[in-house]
């Protein structure tokens, strides 16, 4: 089952668009149709998480394909990935934003107990609206999705899903963030429900700093994807 999450993450994520994320909880049943999805790996790749290797929190980055890496950005918001590729070598797809299918009213007020939502479009337009949107959490880090029945999982893609373009992954700073190498964001072109694309903020200089602040590089805090640093890049 995990044969189409297996492979390259660069092959994978745009392979995710159009898949359909089936959250099936307590309170009630949302389905998300992914429009929008940024890919990350490991040691080469300095926006990732993992880029330095290893850790408590990216752990599940090393897993098997098809688990959920779920993570709090800026200690706020809550952003899932899906791990992709072999065990051992880190890789994920964020998700990074979708049409909710499924369960809009149970989605619209899960997204109002958090703050403004102001169309449907913007139910899950940004990673972690569609968390929110979806219900997922902290304490599901690990879970696979790869299981029909599970609480939470993935439906692929049953045909053709239209024009997927792709660029530069939103709020990531430093070399992960240069387009022209690391065009990893990908998205269905002409939907609405895709975010608005923002390059990492610039470094703010302290009061009283001498010299150039260090710039940081892959693993020091996320932009809303499996890596990165800086950047606006929940739309929480």
């Known amino acids: 089952m995990t044969a189409w999450?297996?492979?390259?993450v660069t092959t994978v994520a745009p392979g995710l668009l159009g898949a359909h994320l089936v959250s099936d909880l307590p309170e009630g049943r949302v389905v998300v149709r992914l429009t929008e999805v940024e890919a990350?790996?490991?040691?080469?790749?300095p926006g990732s998480h993992a880029f330095r290797g290893a850790t408590a929190r990216n752990g599940a980055m090393?897993?098997?394909?098809?688990c959920l890496y779920v993570y709090r950005h800026l200690g706020l918001h809550v952003c899932a990935n899906v791990v992709t590729g072999e065990v051992g070598r880190a890789s994920a797809v964020l998700l990074r934003a979708g049409e909710v299918v499924e369960g809009a009213e149970l989605a619209w007020a899960r997204r109002a107990a958090r703050g403004v939502v102001r169309s449907p479009v913007d139910l899950a337009r940004g990673p972690a609206r569609l968390t929110v949107a979806a219900g997922l959490r902290m304490d599901m880090y690990g879970w696979g999705l790869l299981e029909p029945g599970a609480p939470v999982h993935l439906v692929r893609p049953s045909g053709g899903v239209g024009v997927v373009a792709r660029g530069p992954r939103v709020g990531v700073s430093?070399?992960?963030g240069e387009g022209?190498?690391?065009?990893?964001?990908?998205?269905l072109a002409g939907e609405a429900t895709v975010s608005a694309y923002r390059p990492a903020a610039p470094p703010r200089r302290r009061t009283g700093q001498t010299g150039p602040r260090a710039r940081r590089s892959g693993g020091g805090g996320p932009s809303g994807g499996a890596g990165g640093t800086g950047g606006r890049g929940s739309d929480g």
């Open 180 to 187: 022209s190498t690391f065009p990893w964001r990908f998205w």
């Open 40 to 45: 990350y790996e490991g040691g080469d790749d």
């Open 174 to 176: 430093g070399p992960g």
């Open 62 to 66: 090393f897993g098997p394909a098809g």
């Open 5 to 8: 999450l297996s492979g390259p």
